[in-house]
């Protein structure tokens, strides 16, 4: 039986801090398609007004 070769892991520094949001699917996914596109989010959906590069319009 051949064994396949382990990845190490980078252990970290302690410096690093996850970056962590808790949000809809749909709402995951627009964020994910904007930031591998370098788009802007312009929305009037307050739950984006905490996500970098997102403009909320309030009425």
Do not use: N
């Not at 994910?32 to 312009?42: D, F, G, V």
């Amino acid at each position: 039986m051949t064994h396949s070769k382990r990845h190490e892991h980078p252990k970290p520094s302690g410096k690093e801090r996850p970056f962590v949001i808790l949000m809809p699917m749909a709402d995951a996914i627009v964020y994910a398609t904007a930031k591998q596109y370098q788009a802007q989010i312009i929305t009037l959906d307050a739950d984006f007004q905490d996500f970098p590069g997102a403009q909320v319009l309030l009425p």
